[in-house]
C-alpha cells in the first residue's frame, strides 16, 4: 500500500502520464481493463521502473497509499461511468477519484455529486499537450475540493510543464471549473487552427508563395509577436515531404478535417448563455464544411467565383497585413473565450481566475504561445476587466493593426476566397467599439410582427407602436 497515486487506462494518453509520474519520482500503481495492455507495459516502456502492475482492480486498489488517489483515463463518456461504479466500492471516505479525460463538464458536477455523497472527493482534470505533453509536461487544469487539491498539487504539479518558472497547474475551482476550462481551451485551440490555415489560403490564392517560401512565412511570424507552438509547427509541416510522390505532405493531404467534439460543446455552451463566439463558432463551422467533400467538389463546378488576376500589389506588404489580422483576430478568439469562462464561472460560482488560466496555458498546450504573458498580465493588472479589446496593451495593437486586418479580409474577399474566422473576428470588433448598431431597426420589425415594444433612445419605458394603422 505504498504507491503515491494509480492510473487507470493505459491508452496512448494514460501510458506516457503515468511515465512522467514515475520519471518525477513517483511510485505509480496502473491498470487496464484488458489486462494485456498492462503485462505488455510491464515488459515494454514501463519494464525495471517503480510501477505496481496491477492485474485486477482489487490489487490495484489495495497498493494505494491513503487517502487513495486513483486516475482514470479511458474513453470519455460511459466507460468513466463504468470504472468509477467498480472503484466505489472498492474507495473510502477521504479517497479521491479523478477523471483526467475530455469529460463534458456536467458529467464532472453529477460525478463530483454523486461521490461526495460517499465522502470520495472527485476531480475533474483537463489536460492538454497530446501525448508529448502527456510525457514531458502538460498543461493541468484540475477542478474539484480544496481538501482534495492538497493532496493532489504535489504530483500535478511536479509533472505539469513549467513556463516563467511556475507550473502550468493551478486549481481551478470546484466540480466541473477544470473540464469547462479545458473545453474552452479546445475551442480557442480549434480557432487558432482555423485562423492559420485563413492566412494560408489568403497567400495562397493572391500570391501563390512556394512551400518553402510558406516555412519560411510563418518561421518569421513565429519570431515575432505570434510565436506559439501552433505557429511552429506550421512552418515544420510545409518542410515535410512525401516520400512517394516528391510533393510537399501539405499537399497531398485531403482538406477534409475532423473533430471529436469538444470544439462543439464550447460554441453550444456560449450561444445558452448568449456569449458571442463566433471566431471559433466559424472555426467548427469550417470544419462542417470541409467535410462535405463530395458536395463541395459537385457545386464548385456549378457556382464560380470571380475571376480574378494575379496580385498586382506589394508581396511582403500582404504578408505583413495577413500577418496583422491573424494576430488581431487571434486576440478577438481569445477576448471571447474569456468571456465566455467569465460567464460560466458567473453561471456556476466557480470564481475562475483568468489570470491564473492564461498562465497556466502558457506551457505544455497545444495552444501555448508568447502572447499568453500579455493576457496574464492583462487580468493580473484588472481582474475585473470586461474584455481583454480594452485592455491597453490589447486596444493598442488592435489600434494598430487593424487598416492591415481589413486589407487581409478584403483581399479574402475579392479572391473569392472564404475566411469565416477571420471575418467573424473583425465583425466582432467592429460590433463591439461600435455604440449605435442597427438593432433599432431589429426591434421595431419585432414591435411589427409581434408587438415585442421597444424601448426609446429619448425617455425611459417600455413601448409599442401601432404600425398597422
Ligand atoms: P482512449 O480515449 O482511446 O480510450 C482508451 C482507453 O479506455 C483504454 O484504456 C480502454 O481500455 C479504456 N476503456 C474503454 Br474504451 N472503455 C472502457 C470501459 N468500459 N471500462 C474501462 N476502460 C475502458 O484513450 P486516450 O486517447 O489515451 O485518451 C484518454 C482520455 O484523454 C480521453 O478522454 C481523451 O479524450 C483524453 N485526451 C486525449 C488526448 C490525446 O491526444 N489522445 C489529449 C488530451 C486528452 P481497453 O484497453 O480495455 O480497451
Request: charged share 20%.
Amino acid at each position: 500500500m505504498n504507491a503515491d497515486i494509480g492510473l487507470i487506462g493505459l491508452a496512448v494518453m494514460g501510458e506516457n502520464l503515468v511515465l512522467n509520474m514515475e520519471s518525477r519520482g513517483f511510485k505509480v500503481a496502473v491498470y487496464n481493463r484488458t489486462v494485456e495492455v498492462v503485462e505488455k507495459f510491464e515488459n515494454g516502456r514501463g519494464k525495471g521502473k517503480n510501477f505496481v502492475f496491477a492485474k485486477s482492480l482489487p490489487e490495484f486498489v489495495n497498493s494505494l497509499a491513503k487517502p487513495r488517489k486513483a486516475q482514470i483515463m479511458v474513453k470519455a463518456g460511459g466507460p468513466v461511468d463504468a470504472v468509477i461504479e467498480q472503484l466505489l466500492p472498492l474507495f473510502e471516505p477521504g479517497d479521491i477519484i479523478i477523471d483526467g479525460g475530455n469529460s463534458l463538464w456536467t458529467d464532472t458536477q453529477r460525478r463530483e455529486k454523486a461521490c461526495k455523497e460517499k465522502g470520495i472527493h472527485f476531480f475533474g482534470v483537463g489536460i492538454s499537450g497530446g501525448e508529448e505533453g502527456a510525457l514531458k509536461g502538460p498543461s493541468i487544469m484540475p477542478g474539484g475540493s480544496k481538501e482534495g487539491w492538497q493532496a493532489l498539487a504535489p504530483i500535478y504539479q511536479k509533472i505539469a510543464a513549467v513556463a516563467e518558472g511556475q507550473p502550468c497547474c493551478l486549481h481551478m475551482g470546484p466540480d466541473g471549473a477544470g473540464h469547462y476550462v479545458k473545453m474552452a481551451h479546445n475551442g480557442i485551440e480549434y480557432g487558432d487552427m482555423q485562423l492559420i490555415c485563413e492566412a494560408y489560403a489568403i497567400l495562397e490564392a493572391a500570391l501563390n508563395p512556394s512551400a518553402e517560401e510558406f516555412a519560411q512565412i510563418f518561421s518569421e511570424w513565429n519570431k515575432g509577436e505570434l510565436d506559439s507552438f501552433l505557429i511552429e509547427i506550421t512552418s515544420k509541416i510545409f518542410t515535410k515531404k512525401d516520400p512517394d510522390t516528391g510533393k510537399p505532405v501539405v499537399d497531398i493531404v485531403l482538406d477534409k478535417a475532423g473533430q471529436k467534439g469538444t470544439g462543439k460543446w464550447t460554441v453550444g455552451h456560449a450561444v445558452e448563455m448568449g456569449v458571442p463566439l463566433s471566431v471559433i463558432g466559424s472555426a467548427v463551422e469550417a470544419r462542417i464544411l470541409s467535410s462535405l467533400k463530395d458536395e463541395r467538389v459537385a457545386a464548385s463546378a456549378i457556382l464560380h467565383g470571380p475571376t480574378t488576376k494575379p496580385y498586382e500589389g506589394d508581396r511582403a506588404k500582404l504578408i505583413e497585413a495577413v500577418r496583422d489580422a491573424l494576430y488581431a483576430s487571434k486576440i478577438m478568439s481569445y477576448a471571447q473565450g474569456m468571456v465566455q469562462l467569465g460567464k460560466a464561472s458567473e453561471l456556476y460560482n466557480w470564481g475562475l481566475n483568468f489570470g491564473e488560466i492564461a498562465s497556466i496555458w502558457r506551457g505544455g498546450c497545444i495552444i501555448r504561445a508568447r502572447f499568453l504573458n500579455r493576457i496574464t498580465d492583462a487580468y493580473r493588472s484588472n481582474p475585473g476587466l470586461k474584455n481583454l479589446m480594452l485592455d491597453p496593451f490589447f486596444a493598442e495593437i488592435l489600434q494598430r493593426t487593424q487598416a492591415n486586418w481589413r486589407v487581409a479580409v478584403q483581399t479574402a474577399i475579392s479572391y473569392g476566397i472564404a475566411t469565416p474566422a477571420f471575418s467573424a473576428a473583425l465583425g466582432y470588433f467592429d460590433s463591439y467599439r461600435t455604440a449605435s448598431l442597427p438593432a433599432n431597426l431589429l426591434q421595431a420589425q419585432r414591435d411589427y410582427f409581434g408587438a415585442h415594444t421597444y424601448e426609446r433612445v429619448d425617455k425611459p419605458g417600455v413601448f409599442h407602436y401601432d404600425w398597422y394603422s
